[in-house]
């Protein structure tokens, strides 16, 4: 007996598909995402959010195959880390490879990927198998969402289909890395730690 694909997962393949915005639950907070590769729904999002669209999104990916489409010249330092911390709250900034997108390409050339540990999200990305923008559900500068009810707060109207994640734990949010050489550069604290972040190289970290 094959496995059957959730109704809701159809729905949102199809809202992802028309250009439309959704709003989902991760391992650290409520977000918003849409299709990377179509402009007018990243500006979407971005306008929902009160931002302009100055710097390019994080991109949650299906599995780690999509690193090497999306990026280049991956360090040898940034294969140790996504194998000790993916699936996991712990976003890489990569060098951009020159075939994508250029609003996906941050002004540096570098793009931020992650794959996300959280269960729903795992699940709906492995059946669609392209990559989803992540954005936290919020307005700019303001609190994350932990519930459909912070959601709904900053955003009355405007998104196209909500995932109901339930009450989410507190969360410091992703860590943000560069690892776009064989050193790593904290960007932005989150949920991994620099002193995990440390561990695997020991002695000789080049944090």
Known sequence: MKNSIPSDFLTIKEVLQ?????CYPTETVYGLGCDPFNRAAVEKVFKLKERKLEQSPLLLIPNKEWVLRLAKDISKTA????EQFWPGPLTLVLNASSQ??????????SIALRISSH?????FLNYY????????ANKRGAVSSQSLKDVKTYFPQGIDYTVDGGELSFSRGSTIVSVRDNTIQLIRSGDVTLEQLKRIYGQG???
């Open 119 to 123: 269960p729903w999200v795992s699940a």
């Open 129 to 136: 198998g392209f990559p989803i923008v992540s954005t936290s």
């Open 205 to 207: 970290s080049p944090l």
């Open 18 to 22: 028309k250009g439309g915005v959704i």
């Open 100 to 109: 994508i997108p250029s609003w996906l390409i941050r002004d540096d050339e």
């Open 79 to 82: 294969l140790q880390v996504i």
